[in-house]
Each structure stands twice: as C-alpha cells, then as structure tokens.
C-alpha cells in the first residue's frame, strides 16, 4: 500500500509540467526555515541595543560621570549624529563597490567590523585620566563607533534582499527581525539600567540658580562629591559595556553562523562594478521610493520626539521621576510582544491599512495624556498605546522596502546590485530626522528657561514639553498619513509586481537552460 502510494504520487508528479515542476522547486529552496529567520533576525539586536544605550545613558555619563562641561556635551552628540547620519550613504557606496566573495558582498563587513567596534564601544564608556583632550577622545571614540556599527547595519539592511526571492518570506523574517530588535531595546534599557541605575545623583534645589553664577554652585556641589561613589559608578558603566558587547559578539556570530547570504536572490549576474551615482540617481527618481521614505520621514521624526523628552516629560510635568525607567520599559515590551500582531494584520489587511491602523494608533492616547490630569495609571495606558505604534513604525518600513526595490526591479530590469543604496538612504534620513528631533527639542527647552539638573522646572518648560511629546508629534503623524496616501505600491500593484518578477525569472532560467543545452549538444 505505501509502496503504490508512493508510485502514485511519483507519476502524478511525472505528469506536471516540466516548468511548474521546476517552479515549485524553485519554492521550496526559497522558503526560509524557523531557525535562518531567527538567526537572521537576532543579527538586527545589536544596533539596537547600544543605540537604546547611548541614547537613553550617555548624555547623563558625560554630564555627571564623565564631567565634561555641558557646551563640549552637546557638541559631542550633535556631531556624532551628523556623523552617524553621513556614514550610511558612505557605506553604501564602498557596498556597491565590493565584489561577491565566497563569504557573499554583505557578510565581510559585518565580519570585520564587529570586533573594532566593540573596541571603540567600550572606550567610549572609560573615563582617560588626562586633563587634556577628553572631548577630543569621546568624539573620536563616539563617532568610530557609528561608523562602525553603520559597517554592521547597512550590510545587515541589505541582506534582507539576499536572503529570499519570496515576498512572504521576506515578510516573515522582517517580523522575526523587528520582534528581536523591539527586544534589544528592552536589552539595552534593562540592562543599562539595572546596572548604572543603582547611583541616583541629587538634583539641584532651585535656591542655587537663583545665584549670579550657576558655575559655582555646580562647583560647590561637585566638591562634595563622594570620590568613591562616582568611582563606582565608572565602572558600573564600564560593566555595562561590557556585558552588551559580550552580547554585540554573539549575535554576529548567531548571524553568520545561521544565515546564507544567497547570490542569486539578488538577480546579479556578472562581477562588473555598479556606477554608484548612476545608481544613486535612478533610487533617488524612483517616485514610490521618494514617497514611501517621506511618509516615514515625518513618522520617525514624530516618534523620536516622543522619545527624547518622553523621560523629561515624566519626571517634570507629570511629577513620576522614579517610574521612568518602568514606564519607558512598558513602552518597549509593548513593541515587542505586538510585532506578531502587525505582521498578521499587514497579510491579512495589506501593508497600507497598517500603516494607517498602526501609526494613528497613537493620536488620541498622545492627546489625553496632556488633556487629562496628572495620573500614573493614564500614563502607563498612553505607553502601552505608544509601544502599539512604535511596533508598527519598527516593522513596516522595513516590510515596505523590498517592495519598492521589486517595483525598481521591474522598471529597470538592467540595473542590478542598488539594494544598499535603497537601505542605506533609508537609513541616513531616519540618523538625520534623530538629529533635526535633538536640536529642536534641546533649542526648544532652553528658550523656555531649562535648568539643568533642577527638581523642578518653570512653567515655560513644562508647557514646551507638552508641546513635544503631544501636539508636534500628533501634527508630523497626521502630515505623514497623507503623505503615505500618495503611496502607489497598494495590494492589488504587489502581486502584480510578484508575477512580473516571477515571469522574469522563469524567463531567465529557460534562456539560461535552452543556452546549456545548445551548449551540449555543440560539445
């Protein structure tokens, strides 16, 4: 009985086409496993986990362990966002020029990058003991290290074009890739926190910014400064580096290990160096990419903002300073555990419905938490909503993107090998709206009267920051729904576009055998 049962599926197999067989084939190789996507997606935890890190930590290292003064400060974050933002289009044209190895195009710079940058990682959290050039050291340090990490996460971008031809499965790794990266950041929180977080520094009574000179009494305050304590707390930060590069390391290596980089996902097919600024010229004319990147650009930007004063907006305007990190976690987890839910909705409901669904999510819970009164239970509620959002703008960028490269595949079916182009300009105006995000809000609180370090803030501020983390972030989601209305790459134009890819390469494949058959029968 199994025996003619296994005949019988054999000749009914033997009766299928020669070209449906060889399609469904041709499926089954591109159908990604559970443990590829996993180690696919925990390559994506180490960006995320020291960019939680330095965002959330090191401002507050430099001002009160570090002591460097707070002009000298400010310049070392600004221009490490400008440098970091530089960097990916820098990366992604020294990519377009590399040529495939047996180890693949995107995989030897995630290889060397990784232990340099772990290197440059930690230095920035050790404190030299010199008198002299300690800016200089952070902004070195503070700027190899993006440039680095950029070497790491542009590659790693990329790879999602190289892993699948299936936009299914594609789709699927990106949900694995954006659950894992929504938990290094919850990572880079908790264990940032939990180690450094022990070492509460007092904040300034406002009776001493009443004095002429701020300076002094910061001088006097440093003065009584327990040395042992802040010893302590250098090297609880020197600890913490250490443990997330312990976790940078293994992740690559889980990524290298587990994932394939695959040359004939990518349809290139020859060595011949692409033209980097042509290439640059035809992604940056490609209309659905210009507006996929602009919705996202007012999204990210809107988001960002929410972040960086959400902390501030806390512990001043809402009086909750020692449930900043809680609050700031049920964010995170929130993103985490709704990842799966987005990534069925956007298969189910298609990808534009969950844009709007996901990122106006947010609106009225962003609009009730300035409305309504003082309330911890509210602000818990508005960050679980928020982390609802933050899931679906971590997510679907990143599930738009090959989309649009398919749309560019199909009008230029000549060029080949601009997906780092694609990921890396992606990437540059989300580190640029992260710069544009700190410069107004640190210009913003300081025409209002900030006080560094005060226990309590006038009411110019409190209000500057209902205006950040509110109405400005609720306006740039609004402009960006309209903006995604623009966007043509709907359902209908998606499987359009697969079949057209799928007509291609069916076409390239009985070119490519009716040539080797020429070929043998001439030998």
């Known amino acids: 009985m199994a025996g003619g049962g296994g005949a019988e599926r054999a000749g009914a197999g033997g009766l299928l086409p020669p070209a449906l067989r060889q399609h469904r084939r041709r499926e089954s190789r591109e159908r990604l496993s559970v443990c590829s996507k996993l180690c696919y997606a925990i390559g994506g935890a180490p960006y995320q986990i020291t960019g939680c890190a330095l965002g959330f930590f090191l401002q507050i290292y430099l001002l009160d362990v570090a002591q460097v003064d707070a002009f000298y400060a400010s310049i070392i974050l600004f221009a490490g966002r400008v440098w970091d933002a530089i960097t990916d289009p820098m990366v992604g044209f020294f990519i377009s020029k590399t040529s495939w190895t047996r180890f693949g195009r995107l995989m030897p710079w995630i290889i060397f990058s990784t232990p340099f940058a772990i290197i440059s990682y930690f230095l920035i959290w050790f404190v030299p003991d010199i008198s002299t050039g300690q800016v200089m050291w952070y902004l070195v340090f503070y700027c190899a290290f993006q440039t680095l990490v950029t070497c790491f996460h542009v590659p790693y971008s990329a790879l999602t074009m190289f892993i699948s031809r299936e936009q299914s499965e594609r789709d699927s790794a990106t949900a694995y890739r954006m659950t894992v990266e929504v938990l290094g950041t919850v990572l880079g929180t908790a264990i940032q926190g939990q180690i450094v977080g022990k070492v509460d520094t007092p904040c300034i009574e406002s009776a001493f910014f009443g004095l002429t000179n701020s300076s002094v009494a910061m001088e006097e305050l440093n ?221 913003s609180l300081d025409f209002a009267g900030y006080q560094t370090r005060a226990c309590f803030q006038p009411g110019q501020v409190n209000f500057t920051l209902k205006m950040l983390v509110s109405a400005v972030p609720v306006g740039l989601i609004l402009l960006s729904l309209l903006l995604f209305k623009l966007y043509p790459i709907d359902e209908e134009k998606r499987r359009k576009n697969k079949k057209a890819l799928q007509d291609l390469r069916q076409e390239s494949n009985s070119s490519s055998e009716s040539d080797n058959t020429e070929l043998a029968s001439i030998v």
């Open 223 to 443: 003065m009584t400064h327990d040395t042992k304590s802040l010893t302590d707390t250098r090297n609880a930060y020197m600890i913490a580096a250490g443990v997330i590069g312990g976790l940078y390391v293994l992740c690559a290596l889980i990524l290298l290990l587990g994932v394939r980089e695959k040359r004939e996902s990518s349809e290139l097919q020859s060595d011949e160096p692409v033209s980097f600024f042509q290439g640059l010229k035809l992604v940056m004319n490609h209309g659905p990419y210009i507006k996929l990147i602009a919705g996202f650009l007012f999204t990210s930007l809107a988001f960002m903002l929410l972040e960086g004063n959400f902390a501030l907006f806390c512990t001043y305007t809402l009086g909750f300073r020692n449930e900043f990190q809680n609050i700031l976690l049920a964010i995170m987890l929130s993103a985490t555990l709704t990842i799966p839910f987005w990534q069925w909705f956007l298969t189910r409901f298609g990808k534009k419905t969950a844009v709007y669904v996901g990122i106006s999510s947010a609106i009225p819970f962003l609009i009730a938490v300035v409305v309504l009164d003082s309330s911890l239970f509210v602000t818990y509620v508005v960050a679980v909503a928020a982390g609802i959002s933050v899931a679906a703008a971590f997510l679907l960028p990143w599930s738009m993107l090959p989309d649009v490269i398919d749309d560019f595949k199909l009008q230029h079916p000549c060029s080949h090998g601009h997906e780092a182009i694609f990921f890396s300009f992606y990437v540059f105006f989300t580190k640029f709206t992260a710069g544009v995000s700190l410069g107004i809000s640190t210009l």
